[in-house]
Antibody, heavy 116, light 112 residues
Framework: EVRLVESGGGLAQPGGSLRLSCAAS????????MHWVRQAPGKGLEWISY????????YYADSVKGRFTISRDNAKNSLFLQMNSLRAEDTAVYYC?????????WGQGTLVTVSS | QSVLTQPPSMSGAPGQRVTISCTGS?????????VHWYQQLPGTAPKLLIY???NRPSGVPDRFSGSKSGTSASLAITGLQAEDEADYYC????????????FGGGTKLTVL
């Protein structure tokens, strides 16, 4: 069974940092492209970052470019999102998602709240 | 402003059929990229409902069906049930946005 479990969310101050993790199991993690998607309270889904299966290709949404860094450790079946210079508008549930021709599979999400 | 356009809200009575549209352009749906649909129940993560335009994952009732034509896609729900009340999102890709997923703004379905 495909399983994605996010962790690392919590309360951060404006200008602060958090590192999110996504533990993958039930599939060959190193074969799949991965994404981070967020959802602000009461809002829709916003794609924020992509990483290829090898980690060699990375993309970011303009809203997080220069502040967030996506990475992966295929040996540990893990995906990461380093979030720096956090802003109030980054407050959201953050999901990791596995890409694929059969659709995206999502983790349960982790809540990030940016507030002083 | 979402790349894909969905109606913000729809409603239907139990037993009725509803169709949710997802309108894109020649650089995404019209370029041949597959459309996937997700159901998000309150307080939960999105769940894959339809993949590859019209395919149902195992466990999804056949009351849910998807189609695609030109620059648009649709999700149809027949025999509407109370538990279908949720947010629905379409997702695809765009040739001008390499690697990125693009989403519709979501449709809030209310079962009357």
């Amino acid at each position: 069974e495909v399983r994605l479990v996010e962790s690392g969310g919590g309360l951060a101050q404006p200008g602060g940092s958090l590192r999110l993790s996504c533990a993958a199991s039930g599939f060959t993690f190193s074969s799949y492209e991965m994404h981070w998607v967020r959802q602000a309270p009461g809002k829709g889904l916003e794609w924020i970052s992509y990483i290829s299966s090898s980690g060699s290709t990375i993309y970011y949404a303009d809203s997080v470019k220069g502040r967030f860094t996506i990475s992966r450790d295929n040996a540990k079946n893990s995906l990461f999102l380093q979030m720096n210079s956090l802003r109030a508008e980054d407050t959201a549930v953050y999901y990791c998602a596995r890409d694929g021709a059969s659709g995206w599979y999502w983790g349960q999400g982790t809540l990030v709240t940016v507030s002083s | 402003q979402s790349v894909l356009t969905q109606p913000p809200s729809m409603s239907g009575a139990p037993g009725q059929r509803v169709t949710i549209s997802c309108t894109g352009s020649s650089s995404n749906i019209g370029a041949g990229y597959d459309v996937h649909w997700y159901q998000q129940l309150p307080g939960t993560a999105p769940k894959l409902l339809i993949y590859g335009n019209s395919n149902r994952p195992s466990g999804v009732p056949d009351r849910f069906s998807g189609s695609k034509s030109g620059t648009s896609a649709s999700l149809a729900i027949t025999g509407l049930q109370a538990e279908d009340e949720a947010d629905y999102y379409c997702q695809s890709y765009d040739s001008s946005l390499s690697g990125r997923g693009v989403f519709g703004g979501g449709t809030k379905l209310t079962v009357l």
